[in-house]
């Protein structure tokens, strides 16, 4: 894009121009898409941090609690599932459950048809703490979209499904499966 209309003039425009300028031989068009999307990225994350904060929870947490959540009642997972869907080694998912417990939002047992087997519960302040965060994030995210039609926003997903398919399959021939972490929230 060699001279976008005025109303798009951004950061990334001007970084795209003075590489153009500076490095004629190179094509840096792909910084139109990659470079807004880091930038989108930084502020996403920070909506979503706003968002967690106001309920009290870490992004860490969240995913934590909205893993159990999505496993549906009565919304209990072993460590090593939740290990597996999150990408961290049991080691940080113990870490983890340590402290969400202490917090009194999980709670873990012995599997009844296996002692061996530890199962992992969420407590209903934990399931309303989630509940209450992921309205709020969904509320903010649905703000944020609101300058694109509905039709626009289906062929921004479209698009960045078509981006983000080759990473998600090589996470998935690595040993990795649907992870809170890779499809938030």
Excluded: C
């Excluded at 995913?63 to 009642?73: F, H, K, P, T, W």
């Excluded at 090593?80 to 961290?88: D, K, N, T, V």
């Excluded at 703000?143 to 090589?170: D, H, S, T, W, Y």
């Amino acid at each position: 894009m060699k001279n976008p209309p005025r109303a798009q003039i951004d950061a990334t425009s001007q970084i795209v121009a003075a590489w153009g300028r500076e490095r004629p031989d190179l094509d840096a068009s792909s910084l139109e898409i990659f470079s807004r999307v880091t930038r989108l990225a930084k502020y996403l994350d920070q909506v979503r941090r706003d968002a967690f904060a106001l309920h009290g929870l870490q992004g860490w947490e969240f995913d934590v609690l909205a893993e159990l959540r999505r496993s549906g009642a009565p919304y209990e997972l072993t460590p090593g599932q939740m290990s597996a869907a999150i990408l961290l080694s049991t080691g940080a998912m113990t870490n983890r459950l340590n402290r969400i417990e202490a917090a009194g939002l999980i709670e873990r047992h012995e599997d009844p048809s296996d002692g061996r087997v530890v199962r992992v519960r969420l407590t209903e302040a934990g399931r309303q703490r989630v509940d209450a965060a992921l309205a709020d994030l969904l509320e903010r995210q649905s703000r944020l979209l609101e300058p694109i039609p509905p039709a626009g926003r289906e062929r921004v997903a479209a698009a960045l499904a078509k981006l983000l398919a080759p990473f998600e399959r090589a996470a998935v021939s690595r040993g990795g499966g649907g992870s809170s972490e890779r499809h938030r929230p």
